[in-house]
């Protein structure tokens, strides 16, 4: 599944992009977090400034309000999307091989929560994941954000079993690949994923939160140090 280099082969489909390491995550998460705070920020300034020249426009400050809420959650609506399950397009018989299959990655715990949510939880570098059919979570050391990335096994024919396997392989073989090949669709609070999510899939979440609660997160690598300055004189 690696190329020569020790890389999933995917990544050279997209050249361009950077890896996704602990440090360029970060400052993806502070982006992120600075553009909703652009949307947000102005609707409650009109709202506050609204109350304050007349409190009596108070609907007027309460639509202001309530579109400064609604923003995130349709934020984090698009991420939870990734992990929602896909149509089956494999017969029964198919389906449970698969699973089968599947089960045999996963440890006993992971496995029953994959057969219970339909998402297999795996610790990582970067923070705990939880892996669907066409996208994965990422809940970040302590749990209190999470990044939702979208990325699917490149046959759409697969049994679910299947396609969670190929992409669940794909992040153990190299997670920094697995982060830079997938589109990262959201990143911000755990809690407004888990809103989001269907109810069978929140145990998932949760678990992946628990993990996560207990890791320490990674320093970034520092900056390569600069060459000392030498002089012919």
Known sequence: MLDSAGTLPERAEVWWRHPLDEHRLRRRERLSTAFSATYVLPFCVIGAGVLVL???????ALWSFLHAWGIPELFAHRGARVVFPLRGRGD????????????????????SLMLETGLALHPGRLGTWLVGEAGALLV??????????C????????????????????????????ATVA???????????????????????????????????????????????TSSA
């Open 183 to 229: 589109n990262l669709a959201f990143t911000g609070a755990t809690w407004r994923v888990y809103r989001r999510l269907r109810d069978h899939q929140r145990p998932a979440l949760e678990a992946a939160i628990a993990t996560a609660g207990t890791m320490r997160p990674i320093a970034p690598a520092p900056a390569p140090a600069l060459p000392p300055h």
């Open 140 to 149: 970040r050391p302590r749990g209190w954000r999470v990044a939702c990335f």
């Open 92 to 111: 029964g018989r198919s389906e449970q091989a698969a699973l089968g299959l599947l089960g045999d990655l996963l440890d006993h715990e992971p496995r």
């Open 54 to 60: 007349d409190p009596w426009l108070f609907p007027v």
């Open 151 to 178: 990325v699917r096994a490149a046959d759409p024919d697969l049994p679910r079993g299947d396609r969670v396997a190929h992409l669940l392989l794909a992040l153990r073989e190299d997670e920094i690949g697995f």
